[in-house]
């Protein structure tokens, strides 16, 4: 048995009735919106945020239909934001299917980003619970806010970690926040229950963007994207932030520059990715990554359900491991 | 007095209070964005939407905070949407002032309205009321759905009234029903009284947009977008559309097929709209926008507060009669 075949035994059965109102909340009549929401459909990916709100529900007893309704919302505001994100990142790609504005253009993935946005809003009015709405509502701005400022970060030609990680808190941490937040609000744990569910979900948030921050260094064709597509995009993440703080070689601050322009070249970018490497860069972001799982491990004590508790110890596992 | 001074009249201490609420809920510390939220309130445009919200709540009694947020609510979704829609359709102008993504570029666009819709949801969780949340959720759903089957609509080479009236229905009536369907909700009205608000808002919102696209015929410097705006973005209109489907004229019906597919030139549109008018399209309008404007009228008999009704009665000429 797989890693997240493991991780998903103890809610086996609640992953089916999920995936049952997820494809219900992305139907439509209308055939040119239906057409483009059956396409995302198709990429169902490996459902880690409804995976967290289930987990994290089940601790709390049988899972009701306002946490099901949390885990639709989420990963349909997630939805949203990748549809979004790849327009403002002009990605092709995504999960290995053409993205939505390169396959509908950039038009419609704007209109369909914000059908997805009011979608996710009408499942959390469903769960009937004006705490769930206002987690969601907080947590749409802040995910807009992390990355306006990314963009904003990439313009600038400071190299500054504390700014590194108020990103990826805003852009990545807080959603799988809301995931656990969210799940127990919607089963009425008590307040001390809700704030480890959310710290928990923070801290394995934080770890799954510096993990994906560090597939940037590899080639690996199981990852969906190339090696230096952050790069690319003027994004210098928390392995290059490292080594440019910790060393005043004069090529790699050059190259930095050049990334943040926008002027570099594929070879500047290999070039940059191999002096971060011998900088101990990597080494640095997985310690970081070790300090924030452990974190999260702590959180645990708070579960009392054994396979719920060994699921989610495996989930953290999986995130900080995962090869893709 | 002119007639906006007279329709505020019955609310012009609200609106301050209004003004207050929304300008806070457009602050952020962030340097960029909070940039780009004050460039937003720069242009604070007539609040059409708002005055509405307030002159419906007013009707019910003092208007209570619930209300105010509604009117919020509204006016930042409003503004959400002119942020995509001018992405969308390439835009560098709005109201006379450079569009947000002229100004910070398509990405930053996407994202600030994102940021906005986000906002809105935040809002309307402030009025403690989950019917006003599902109220605005369905609203941005329809708002993005409208945009979408214009969309799917240029590509098609039927020309067809009902779709027409489908579309402006979802893109600009129903945010003026929800004006007066939140209003009366936020004040606790009865439902036959949220019913007659609603079809009042709704009413008006037909005649705004057939107002608008009536613009498009007309070379005025007061209105912010030039003759044939429409046309060029591959959009047929209401005068248009009855001109093409009670004339056989063939040249009529080639230019429409060019205005379509994006090919026609500012002679091919200026030729189109010679023809349309010279064969009674704009009168039809005209008409039906007063058919819409009489069952508005006829909704006013639910009012009670004659300073209101008076005030809702010019709303409705205003909108009518603008000239921009």
Redesign the interface.
């Known amino acids: 048995m797989d890693l997240l075949t493991a991780i998903r035994q103890p809610v086996t059965a609640e992953l089916e009735q999920y995936k049952t109102l997820f494809d219900e909340a992305l139907k439509?009549s209308?055939?040119?919106?239906g057409m483009a929401l059956s396409f995302l459909k198709q990429r169902r990916g490996k459902m880690m945020r409804p995976l967290l709100v289930l987990l994290v529900a089940k601790e709390c007893g049988e899972v009701n239909m306002a946490a099901y309704r949390s885990a639709v919302t989420l990963e349909v505001l997630h939805t949203a934001?990748l549809v979004?994100d790849d327009?403002?990142d002009e990605s092709d790609e995504r999960r290995g299917q053409g993205s939505v504005n390169a396959v509908y253009g950039?038009?419609?993935a704007?209109?369909?980003?914000?059908?997805l946005?009011?979608?996710a809003?009408?499942q959390?009015?469903m769960t009937?619970n004006?705490h769930c709405?206002?987690v969601?509502?907080?947590?749409?701005?802040t995910?807009?806010?992390g990355?306006?400022?990314q963009?904003?970060n990439i313009r600038q030609q400071i190299y500054n970690e504390q700014a590194y990680y108020e990103v990826i808190r805003c852009k990545t941490a807080v959603l799988f926040a809301c995931c656990g937040e969210m799940a127990a609000v919607a089963m009425q744990a008590d307040a001390a229950f809700v704030e480890k569910a959310r710290t928990f979900g923070e801290n394995v948030g934080m770890c799954f963007q510096i993990r994906d921050d560090l597939f940037d260094y590899y080639d690996d064709k199981q990852i969906g994207k190339p090696t230096g597509n952050d790069m690319r995009e003027g994004k210098l993440t928390l392995p290059a932030l490292y080594a440019l703080t910790h060393s005043d070689n004069q090529e790699m601050h050059r190259l930095a520059e050049l990334v943040k322009t926008g002027e570099a070249t594929a070879n500047d970018i290999q070039r940059l990715i191999e002096m971060v490497k011998q900088s101990g860069g990597i080494e640095y972001a997985q310690k970081v990554m070790e300090q924030y799982a452990a974190k999260a491990e702590q959180c645990l004590d708070a579960f009392q359900n054994p396979a719920v508790k060994e699921g989610l110890r495996q989930y953290l596992m999986y995130v900080i491991g995962r090869k893709a």
């Not at 704007?110 to 059908?115: C, F, I, N, S």
């Not at 969601?136 to 701005?141: I, K, M, S, Y």
Request: charged share 20%.
């Open positions: 439509h209308d055939d040119y919106l934001s979004h327009v403002v950039n038009k419609m704007v209109l369909l980003g914000d059908y946005l009011s979608t809003m009408q959390s009015a009937g004006l709405v206002d969601v509502a907080r947590l749409g701005a995910l807009s806010e990355e306006i400022a963009l904003a």
